[in-house]
Nanobody, 131 residues
Framework: QVELLESGGGSVQAGGSLRLSCVIS????????IGWFRQAPGKEREGVAS???????????YYADSVKGRFTISEDNAKNTVYLQMDSLKPEDTAQYYC?????????????????????WGQGILVTVSS
């Protein structure tokens, strides 16, 4: 079993920055795909960014077009943590953000297009951007 715990959300004005953290605990895998997703009120959940974690090269991180150039996903293997640095935030970035993990989706990790839902999910954390 894998557990994910998000932190770092909150309220910020447009143009500001936040850094979300996702601490991963429980069963460890030699390779993994970690994704950040978000869901705004009344909208479907969308993928924001994803990153391959493993000993072998796994391709570049994926970013949705709506966040490319503003968001950065990274990982600290020693801390079992994946980060989402969010800069130049816009009101349309307001959403519940979720961290997800799936060691069986690594093949798709750099594409952002997945054949099914991720296996493990965090509880989510709210990000509010005011204009």
């Amino acid at each position: 079993q894998v557990e994910l715990l998000e932190s770092g959300g909150g309220s910020v004005q447009a143009g500001g920055s936040l850094r979300l953290s996702c601490v991963i605990s429980g069963q460890r895998y030699s390779t993994n795909c970690i994704g950040w997703f978000r869901q705004a009120p009344g909208k479907e959940r969308e993928g924001v960014a994803s990153i391959y974690i493993g000993d072998t090269a796994g391709g570049d991180p994926y970013y949705a077009d709506s966040v490319k150039g503003r968001f950065t996903i990274s990982e600290d293997n020693a801390k079992n943590t994946v980060y989402l640095q969010m800069d130049s935030l816009k009101p349309e970035d307001t959403a519940q953000y979720y961290c997800a993990s799936d060691p069986w989706l690594t093949y798709y990790c750099s594409t952002g297009s997945f054949p099914r839902q991720f296996q493990y999910w965090g509880q989510g954390i709210l990000v509010t951007v005011s204009s």
